[in-house]
């Protein structure tokens, strides 16, 4: 199908937002990206990729029926009975404690385990479909060993608004991490860009030449101990790893964390000392009710962390002095 931009508004724009606005949400922006990256997309006859920026009168030349052959490829999300802690739940939202060793949403390696799996059961269904048919009711996103409070919505009209919220940071997320080493500065902010290692599609590390996606940690140590320290830090960008990879770029790789070099600190003090991965929880999240524009801010006690951070919290805290 053609598509002649003629419309003002969408000059500048994206083309993979376009086209998810194009076709009002019915399919995933991320499907249309992945989409595009894969197959290119023609823009008055020539190949662009998603960061192509729209222009007044530019011819758009979507293959249609290919893409959706692109998205069927992936089997029917499958409803999952896994008890979740709820912290908070009505016709529109839920909060819930996402336990370590869980997956957001599903992916090539796992698509029966995840969060996304969990909802479906616990809702019945009732979840946003904004995010594609693999990310139903998931507003913003956990990595698999980062435990803690997580939004999901039940609505197209909440996930929007929660979306917006988070974009525009009136919603507030911050995270508690246990950090390697012992800070200089006790309080500080983090703004560097991030690109993606090499070809790894996963892991992130900060751009020398300023170019990739802008980031910005802010942080707090809140506790030391020998060699390490315990730090608050509140997300003003979401990027994929962003609080790992800023940690690791200023020499305070998260506890546990291998993809991040954790490692290398840990072979003399803390040999001994096993965790699954980062030691990395979200504790606080505050928004605005997207229907009764209530304030609502939850703060998970210490005791609500994963057991993995609490063991090793407790083992600092004995060892303090000693």
Not at 130 to 151: C, E, F, S
Not at 162 to 173: G, M
Not at 288 to 294: A, D, L, R, S, V
Request: proline share 2%.
């Amino acid at each position: 199908m053609k598509i002649i931009l003629e419309d003002e508004k969408y000059i500048k724009q994206r083309i993979d937002s376009f086209l998810a606005q194009y076709f009002k949400n019915e399919f995933a922006r991320n499907k249309i990206s992945a989409f595009i990256e894969k197959e290119g997309i023609l823009i008055n006859n020539k190949i662009q990729k998603t960061s192509y920026k729209l222009k007044l009168n530019d011819i758009i030349d979507f293959p249609l029926e290919k893409f959706k052959e692109f998205i069927e490829i992936k089997e029917e999300l499958t409803p999952w009975d896994f008890k979740l802690e709820v912290i908070y739940e009505d016709d529109d939202l839920i909060v819930i404690n996402k336990p370590k060793n869980m997956l957001t949403h599903p992916t090539k390696f796992d698509r029966k385990n995840t969060l996304s799996n969990a909802l479906l059961y616990h809702c019945k269904g009732k979840l946003s479909n904004i995010g594609g048919m693999d990310r139903l009711g998931i507003v913003h996103r956990l990595d698999k060993n980062t435990a803690g409070l997580i939004i999901a919505a039940k609505t197209n009209e909440a996930h929007e608004n929660l979306a917006y919220q988070i974009k525009e940071k009136i919603a507030k997320r911050k995270y508690l991490a246990i950090a390697l080493g012992n800070f200089k500065e006790k309080e500080g902010t983090i703004n560097k860009p991030l690109i993606h290692y090499l070809k790894d599609n996963v892991k992130m590390i900060v751009s020398d030449n300023n170019e990739g996606l802008s980031a910005e940690t802010k942080y707090k140590v809140i506790e030391e101990f020998k060699g390490a320290s315990l730090v608050e830090l509140e997300l003003k960008t979401g990027r994929t790893h962003q609080i790992r990879a800023h940690l690791s770029s200023i020499n305070h790789p998260i506890f546990g964390d291998s993809l991040y070099g954790a490692k290398s600190f840990m072979r003399n003090e803390f040999y001994n000392l096993k965790t699954q991965e980062q030691l990395l929880q979200s504790y606080y999240l505050s928004f605005i009710h997207p229907k009764t524009k209530e304030n609502l801010e939850f703060q998970l006690k210490e005791e609500e962390f994963s057991e993995d951070f609490i063991k090793v919290l407790n083992f600092l805290r004995r060892t303090k002095d000693a």
